[in-house]
């Protein structure tokens, strides 16, 4: 099975939909995807990602399922007590990164700035969402891996968040997820694939094919849009 996640295009926060440089952005990656193949379309339930998911269908003649655990991360002080950054987890590890600090902790829960944030709950909450979809769709979580229960041929496509689909690809792939969220910070619209290959009954592990993708926005003209 090959797994595509699309973050959602530029958005209005407040209004929870895209603006008009998202879907100008989102009609791109459509027209990106045309030739992958797609089967299936998923989508987190926030509007700003359901409208993504929509240009995408409408390109291809599918209808969108909505999955309420890809919705985005919370994040902010779980009791009260003032955390840097609210608890943001981009400036947190920003930060982290200019102190020199290791963002590769396996217990990065235990770590003071995410001890008290209720991103723990957040990222606990997509994962434990993830995966029984992903057993679905025939890949159950055994370990640090996944067993085949059926091999899909399947391409499926995950629109969603940059901190929901951190923590996928951090829970796929086994690393710290303050990790993923330094490295990749995906840019609106950008491309991920994943796949997931096996006989049915063994053991597999993830392969990254494709990483924060976003080529298909290079010719949209913003200072058109917005005039700046």
């Known amino acids: 099975m090959r797994l595509i996640f699309v973050r959602h295009g530029h958005p209005n926060y407040e209004k929870d939909c895209l603006t008009e440089l998202g879907h100008l952005q989102a009609e791109a990656a459509a027209e990106r995807l045309c ?7 998923f989508t987190s339930s926030s509007g700003r990602a359901v409208e993504t998911a929509q240009h995408i ?17 919370n994040w902010g002080s779980a009791n009260g007590e003032e955390i840097p950054f609210f608890g943001q987890p981009w ?12 963002v590769m902790l396996p217990d990065w829960m235990e770590h003071p700035v ?5 991103i723990i709950e957040s990222v606990q909450r997509v ?9 679905e769709l025939g890949y159950v979580r055994e370990g640090n891996y996944y067993r085949v ?3 899909n041929s399947q391409t499926v496509v995950m629109a969603s968040h940059g901190g929901a ?3 996928v690809l951090s829970h796929l792939f ?26 049915e009954g063994a053991l597999i592990c993830p392969a990254m094919e494709l990483l924060n993708d976003a080529r298909h926005t290079n010719g949209i003209d913003v200072q058109n849009i917005y005039g700046k």
């Open 91 to 102: 400036a947190t590890t920003n930060a982290m990164v200019s102190r020199g600090e290791d």
């Open 165 to 167: 689909s951190s923590a």
């Open 174 to 199: 086994n690393l710290p997820f303050p990790f993923v969220c330094k490295t990749i910070q995906p840019k609106f619209t950008a491309i991920s694939v994943v796949t997931l290959e096996g006989d």
């Open 114 to 118: 995410f001890q008290n944030n209720v």
């Open 57 to 73: 269908g409408a390109k291809l003649g599918l209808s969108c399922h909505q999955c309420d655990f890809m919705r985005e991360l």
């Open 149 to 151: 229960k059926e091999n």
């Open 127 to 135: 994962i434990g969402g993830f995966d029984p979809w992903l057993a």
């Open 35 to 41: 030739n992958e193949g797609i089967d299936r379309i």
